[in-house]
Each structure stands twice: as structure tokens, then as C-alpha cells.
């Protein structure tokens, strides 16, 4: 089973900065397998990026996902109020298609 | 529009059996993977177990195997999760999830979730 750890688990900042959210994984994928989602509460998971660094439909350009091997990072540049929810990051290389614990972007 | 629409909130004893539902609608329901994905109560996210509907291919995440079944009706669109001898602790929202498929094979991102079933295990 690949273990993904997401770090930091709770990130503080504040509107208009730039959040800097990281997933590794316990073995090397190809970036083709690695997503990442937004929960805020109350709600559903919503997909932000898959295949490393492909933004969903409707998802804005603020977003941005790269990595590669067992690195893989998201940066959301110039944070909206909306932005801050829990993201989690998940493989889907193999099975069983794991999830990261999640890291939690609050308002500083 | 495409869309996941789940069954209601449940409310079971433990050792009880439950199966839930999550019907698909604007889309070729066959032609993409149906997962389901566990969450408890102020925790992450669980990857529990997936099925392609159109040949039945299903994968189960080995910590969930032999607690829960995941089955599918094509005619009516619609995927289920049985969960069997209940516990307190799988007291959780329950999410489907959809997911395309990857040269007919694999199991792309989840792209569309349904509202999440919540699941209360108490005596």
C-alpha cells in the first residue's frame, strides 16, 4: 500500500498569500496517478487537479500542482477567502488508491 | 448535468447489516468507475472500494475487505455499498464517488461526488 503524508497538517495564513501544500508518498509513481481535493465543511470533496498539475473543470488558474517521484506539491497563489478548507491529496497508481491525511488552511 | 445523488441518513444497531445507495444520472453510467470513499467524524478521507459497471471489475482497499460489498444495478444507473455487521466504529459519512477510466483498465481522479450518506452505529 502506498501511505501518502501530507504536510504541513495545518497551514495559517492570511487572504492574498500564497499557500504551499505538500503530499509525499512512500514509493515512486508515475505523476499521471496523483490528485489533489478541496473539502470545505459540510461538504463534499471537490477535485481540484489530477494527473499532478491538470486543474479540473472550473477550477481557477490560482491553483497549480506539480511534482514528480514521491514529491508532489499544490501552491494556490493570491488566497481567496474560499480557498481556506481541508485539501488531501490521493494516488491512483495502484490498488488501494490511498488518500493523504489532509492539511488544513485556515485564516491566519 | 451529471450527478451523484445518494440515499438518506441512517441510523442502525450494531451487528446490523446496511446497504446504501447512489444513483448516477447525466452520464453513461458504464462507462465510468464508482467508488466509495469512508470519512468519520472530524477525520480524513478512507478510499474503501471500487467497481467498473460495465464488466464488473472491482478493487477493494484490503482494510475494508469482508465489511462491506460494493455492488451495482445498471439498468437503473445506480451503485450500493453493503456494509455488514456494523460497528460504533463505522459511525461515518459515507461519499460515491465517479472516476473515468484510464485505457479501460484503470481508475482516473474521482470527478464527481455525491452529498455524502451519514451512517450513526448506536445501541
Known amino acids: 500500500e502506498i501511505v501518502l503524508t501530507q504536510s504541513p497538517g495545518t497551514l495559517s495564513l492570511s487572504p492574498g498569500e500564497r499557500a504551499t501544500l505538500s503530499c509525499r508518498a512512500s514509493q515512486s509513481f508515475s505523476t499521471s496517478y496523483l490528485a489533489w481535493y478541496q473539502q470545505k465543511p459540510g461538504q463534499a470533496p471537490r477535485l481540484l487537479i489530477y494527473?499532478?498539475?491538470r486543474r479540473a473543470s472550473g477550477i481557477p488558474d490560482r491553483f497549480s500542482g506539480s511534482g514528480s517521484g514521491t514529491d508532489f506539491t499544490l501552491n494556490i497563489i493570491r488566497l481567496e477567502p474560499e480557498d481556506f478548507a481541508v485539501y488531501y491529496c490521493?494516488?491512483?497508481?495502484?490498488?488501494?488508491?490511498?488518500f493523504g491525511q489532509g492539511t488544513r488552511l485556515e485564516i491566519k | 448535468e451529471v450527478q451523484l445523488v445518494q440515499s438518506g441518513a441512517e441510523v442502525k444497531k450494531p451487528g446490523e447489516s446496511l446497504k446504501i445507495s447512489c444513483k448516477a444520472s447525466?452520464?453513461?453510467?458504464?462507462?465510468?468507475?464508482i467508488g466509495w470513499v469512508r470519512q468519520k467524524p472530524g477525520k480524513g478521507l478512507e478510499w474503501m472500494a471500487i467497481?467498473?459497471?460495465?464488466?464488473?471489475?472491482?478493487k477493494y482497499n484490503p482494510s475494508f475487505q469482508g465489511q462491506v460489498t460494493i455492488s451495482v444495478d445498471k439498468s437503473i444507473s445506480t451503485a450500493y455499498l453493503q456494509l455488514s455487521s456494523l460497528q460504533a466504529s463505522d459511525t461515518a459519512i459515507y461519499y460515491c464517488?465517479?472516476?473515468?477510466?484510464?485505457?479501460?483498465?484503470?481508475?482516473?481522479?474521482?470527478?464527481?461526488w455525491g452529498q455524502g450518506t451519514m451512517v450513526t452505529v448506536s445501541s
Open positions: 490521493q494516488h491512483y497508481y495502484k490498488s488501494p488508491y490511498t
Open positions: 494527473a499532478t498539475s
Open positions: 467497481m467498473f459497471p460495465r464488466d464488473s471489475d472491482t
Open positions: 447525466g452520464y453513461s453510467f458504464s462507462s465510468y468507475w
Open positions: 464517488a465517479r472516476a473515468d477510466t484510464v485505457q479501460l483498465l484503470y481508475p482516473d481522479a474521482f470527478d464527481i
